[in-house]
């Protein structure tokens, strides 16, 4: 998770455009929110624990000018929920100054921080990408993406990248591609004439974004993705530059297709709306079931219902309301916080589903407490019936790249049968869509994507002890807050 998005904008505040862009990202990440400019000379950052709005209001954003800009919202998966941890990172130092947004979770963390002069006491915060911002401002290269260029291939998980020095906007995947990354074009703020020898794109500004969703909101059109091992390079008054710091190994994570990201970005090429809806046509036919109603989970379960009934045949309403202030109970930072995030976030319509039998329709099961929440409000609200369709297969194994999953143990299909998870959530049945159901609905090989969390196959090999890891740069620092 967390979102990323960076922004070269000639003639134009960059940074309110970069709080723009991460703000159609909130989906991605809900602890902190920063953005970092620069004006040419100097870098200037400001973060803080919160939402995007409350973070970079018009309060905060007039003071930081500059037409180069990045952005982020963090999700934790390394470090705890303080400001020290917030992004982007910083650093000021006698080679070079940089700030650094990082979407994905390293996984050779401590043997990173081997290489680093002076170890953990040289970092001011508990995350991996503040020991990735602090070796990379070391390194002694020419500049930054030189250093990028050393210092990346010794680095091991998932990083998807917006790098920010004095001139330069700076974009980076890793050579997995684990996360996404976006580039776009921003068109220049006044029209401008483009004589016969000028290069088209002088004027034009350049975004870089986790997901298409981003560029939509800032007006920009999409270019192409990052790709896997690539540093696409961004300057006022050139066109984007490209280096390779490693070969490609594609293995995008497809929980960013089934979950992660808004249903109205593209990837690989596909509308995710439209992918959800064939995953849901899929599992109609996997795991059909007598009804007389078809809901959703609200949101993120919307689209998968839509195809579900539209397959089955069985109507579809909207069972239950969402509060729209309220964020996803899947990201937040402890099991505590995400049990009462349900009963605030959904309410049921007790008209709609008192006496019904009802196909409830979500994307995952993780570890199996709001779908319990979920069954039991509908419960208390009168259904007669209630089978559970997940538009998904079961979640057996961690994630290492940049999903709080690390612990086989939370996972619930990891100790549990599909009867018995169905027995805790309290439901009437309980189906899962296969991993053939996704790839059919996603008309895209199996080797295009990573499915560890479904079989255990992970692109990028995981040291065993792994699982500890959230917290390894808190190791006698002091609480975890």
Not at 222 to 238: F, Q
Not at 426 to 434: H, N, Q, R, T
Request: aromatic residues 6%; proline residues 7%; negative net charge.
């Amino acid at each position: 998770m967390c979102g990323v998005f960076g922004v070269v904008a000639p003639g134009q505040e960059a940074a309110r455009i970069a709080a723009l862009g991460i703000f159609a990202l909130q989906h991605r990440g809900q602890e902190s929110a920063g953005v970092a400019v620069s004006d040419g000379e100097q870098l200037m950052l400001y973060k803080d624990l919160g939402l995007v709005a409350q973070v970079l209001d018009d309060r905060r954003l007039p003071s930081l000018r500059g037409e180069l800009a990045i952005a982020h919202c963090r999700y934790s998966t390394t470090g705890s929920t303080v400001w020290e941890n917030a992004q982007p990172t910083l650093r000021l130092g006698p080679r070079r100054a940089l700030a650094i947004g990082h979407n994905g979770n390293l996984v050779n963390t401590r043997e990173l921080l081997a290489k680093l002069a002076g170890g953990r006491a040289r970092l001011p915060a508990s995350t991996d990408t503040e020991l990735l911002t602090a070796l990379i401002a070391d390194e002694p290269a020419t500049d930054t993406v030189d250093a990028l260029r050393r210092v990346l291939p010794t680095t091991r998980g998932a990083y998807s990248l917006v790098v920010l020095d004095e001139r330069r906007v700076l974009g980076v995947r890793d050579p997995h591609g684990f996360r996404p990354l976006v580039l776009g074009r921003l068109a220049p703020q006044e029209p401008r004439t483009v004589g016969l020898w000028d290069d088209p794109d002088s004027a034009a500004g350049w975004v870089l974004s986790s997901e298409t969703a981003g560029l939509d909101v800032v007006g920009a059109e999409y270019v192409r993705d990052v790709e896997p091992g690539e540093i696409v390079i961004l300057e006022a008054g050139k066109a984007p530059a490209s280096v390779r710091f490693a070969p490609a190994t594609p293995a995008l994570c497809v929980f960013e297709l089934i979950y992660f990201a808004r249903p109205d970005s593209y990837m690989e090429g596909v509308n995710l709306y439209e992918a959800r809806r064939q995953m849901g046509i899929q599992l109609a036919g996997e795991q059909p079931i007598p009804a007389d109603l078809v809901m959703p989970v609200p949101d993120t379960g919307a689209p998968a219902a839509a195809g579900y009934a539209e397959a089955s045949g069985i109507p579809y309403r909207e069972g239950m309301i969402r509060n729209r202030y309220a964020g996803r109970t899947f990201i937040q930072p402890s099991q505590a916080m995400r049990q009462r995030g349900v009963t605030v976030k959904l309410s049921p319509l007790r008209e709609i589903v008192r006496g019904r039998r009802l196909v409830v329709v979500d994307d995952s099961i993780v570890r199996g407490t709001t779908t319990r929440s979920i069954v039991e409000l509908l419960r208390r609200a009168g259904a007669a019936e209630i089978h559970v369709r997940i538009s998904a297969p079961p979640i057996y194994h961690p994630c290492f790249y940049g999903i709080d999953t690390q612990v086989e143990t939370e996972l619930i299909a990891s100790t549990h049968s599909v009867e018995e998870i169905r027995a805790f959530i309290g439901a009437d049945s309980l189906g899962y869509l296969s991993l053939r159901g996704v790839l059919a609905a996603l008309d895209l090989p199996y080797d295009r994507f990573c499915f560890a969390c479904f079989d255990g196959r992970y692109p990028e090999p995981v040291p065993y002890d792994a699982a500890s890891r959230k917290f390894a740069l808190e190791e006698g620092v002091g609480a975890r807050g």
